[in-house]
Structures are given as structure tokens and as C-alpha cells.
């Protein structure tokens, strides 16, 4: 069971941190894009609440992989480091969605004075 599993799981958590990857850098671009959008064109699209999300969800992704990496583990250094990993994600994890938070409330704000302006 055990060399199965060990065959199995590197594949997944390859994948999943390839997920992980790939949404940052979509949501860069997008976010990116929107930047230029805003920049030159006059438009306002929620930038800062775009990336945020996008990197809460790329993180998400990649604590999953961390924590299939668990099963893997083979010496106590290797758990150590994998845990420190996991503590620092979760705490990035923590910050972005704080942000969100306030970015959310923001945007809620803007478009409640936003009628009123016009």
C-alpha cells in the first residue's frame, strides 16, 4: 500500500502545484490587463480585490500539495521544513484574506457612492 501510494502522490502534487502556478500568473495578466485598462482607457475594474483573489485561490492549491507532501515525509527534517512551509502559506493565506475582506468592503462602498455622484 505503501509503494502505491508513494507512485501515486507525486504525480498529484505536481499537478496541483502546476494549478497553483498557473493561476497566479492568469490572474497576474488579467489583473495586469486591468491595470492598463485603468491606466489609459479610464475604466475601474477592482484590481487589487481581482489579485487578491486570484492568489488566495493559487494558495489554496498549493497548501493542498504541501499537505499530501505529509504523507511522503520520511525524516523529521523533512516534516520540520514542510511545516514551516505550511505555517508561513497559511499565514499568507490568512493576510490575503483580510485583504479581500477590505477590498470587498471598499468596493461595496465605492458603488453605494457611486449613483450619488452621478
Same mark, same amino acid.
Given at each position: 500500500?505503501?509503494?502505491? @501510494?508513494?507512485?501515486?502522490?507525486?504525480? @498529484? #502534487?505536481?499537478?496541483?502545484?502546476?494549478?497553483?502556478?498557473?493561476?497566479?500568473?492568469?490572474?497576474?495578466?488579467?489583473?495586469?490587463?486591468?491595470?492598463?485598462?485603468?491606466?489609459?482607457?479610464?475604466?475601474?475594474?477592482? @484590481?487589487?480585490?481581482?489579485?487578491?483573489?486570484?492568489? %488566495? #485561490? %493559487?494558495? %489554496?492549491?498549493?497548501?493542498?500539495?504541501?499537505?499530501?507532501?505529509?504523507?511522503?515525509?520520511?525524516?523529521?527534517?523533512?516534516?520540520?521544513?514542510?511545516?514551516?512551509?505550511?505555517?508561513?502559506?497559511?499565514?499568507?493565506?490568512?493576510?490575503?484574506?483580510?485583504?479581500?475582506?477590505?477590498?470587498?468592503?471598499?468596493?461595496?462602498?465605492?458603488? %453605494?457612492?457611486?449613483?450619488?455622484?452621478?
Amino acid at each position: 500500500m505503501n509503494q502505491v @501510494i508513494s507512485a501515486i502522490l507525486p504525480p @498529484i #502534487i505536481g499537478i496541483l502545484e502546476l494549478m497553483g502556478v498557473f493561476i497566479v500568473a492568469w490572474t497576474g495578466g488579467k489583473s495586469f490587463w486591468y491595470f492598463l485598462q485603468n491606466a489609459f482607457r479610464k475604466k475601474h475594474f477592482p @484590481i487589487q480585490y481581482e489579485l487578491a483573489s486570484g492568489m %488566495a #485561490i %493559487a494558495l %489554496a492549491f498549493k497548501m493542498a500539495a504541501e499537505i499530501l507532501k505529509t504523507v511522503l515525509v520520511d525524516t523529521l527534517e523533512e516534516l520540520a521544513v514542510l511545516g514551516v512551509i505550511v505555517v508561513l502559506r497559511g499565514i499568507m493565506s490568512m493576510l490575503l484574506h483580510f485583504e479581500l475582506k477590505h477590498s470587498k468592503q471598499d468596493l461595496e462602498t465605492e458603488r %453605494a457612492l457611486s449613483p450619488a455622484a452621478e
